[in-house]
């Protein structure tokens, strides 16, 4: 097993206050090495990501090694989020696991067939969303290359 990365970024877009902050919360309980970043949407997470608007300094708005992505946001909806980024010749490498509320059949096989790594649906308690992330940790950081 390879060592495990230090300070990795994760960009959180989701537009529920209150998810993003049980994320937050479960990453701290889980002690992974991470920062998380949180864009309330769509067009936000690519402002970032392409360092436009407030996201121009580099330094604040490092390169993130996962994405965790929500579907329904306002300004642009999650699937349309995915299939840009995945069209994208410096953003397609970056691993998307989508956190969502949805478990509709449809929701799966799209996020799957626009690229993405990941489905989850959110958890219901804070205990299972620490366990999901420990999971994810373990996993993304520990197990698998990412690319830098």
């Given at each position: 097993?390879?060592?495990?990365?230090?300070?990795v970024?994760?960009?959180?877009?989701?537009?529920?206050?209150?998810?993003?902050?049980?994320?937050?919360?479960?990453?701290?309980?889980?002690?992974?090495?991470?920062?998380?970043h949180?864009?309330?949407?769509?067009?936000?997470?690519?402002?970032?990501?392409?360092?436009?608007?407030?996201?121009?300094?580099?330094?604040?708005?490092?390169?993130?090694?996962?994405?965790?992505?929500?579907?329904n946001?306002?300004?642009?909806?999650?699937?349309?989020?995915?299939?840009?980024?995945?069209?994208?010749?410096?953003?397609?490498?970056?691993?998307?696991?989508v956190?969502?509320?949805?478990?509709?059949?449809e929701?799966?096989?799209?996020t799957?067939?626009?690229?993405?790594?990941?489905?989850?649906?959110?958890?219901?308690?804070?205990?299972?969303?620490?366990?999901?992330?420990k999971?994810?940790g373990?996993?993304?950081?520990?197990?698998?290359?990412?690319?830098l």
């Amino acid at each position: 097993m390879k060592d495990r990365q230090p300070n990795v970024t994760i960009l959180m877009a989701d537009d529920d206050d209150d998810d993003s902050l049980l994320v937050h919360d479960a990453l701290l309980e889980s002690r992974l090495p991470i920062k998380l970043h949180i864009v309330r949407d769509g067009e936000e997470l690519m402002d970032y990501l392409s360092h436009r608007g407030l996201y121009t300094d580099v330094n604040k708005a490092p390169r993130p090694g996962l994405i965790f992505l929500d579907l329904n946001m306002p300004k642009k909806h999650g699937l349309e989020v995915l299939k840009e980024l995945k069209n994208h010749p410096q953003h397609r490498i970056i691993p998307v696991i989508v956190m969502t509320s949805s478990n509709t059949e449809e929701d799966i096989y799209n996020t799957y067939n626009l690229g993405a790594n990941s489905f989850i649906q959110k958890p219901r308690n804070f205990t299972s969303l620490v366990e999901v992330m420990k999971t994810i940790g373990k996993y993304w950081f520990e197990i698998v290359e990412l690319p830098l």
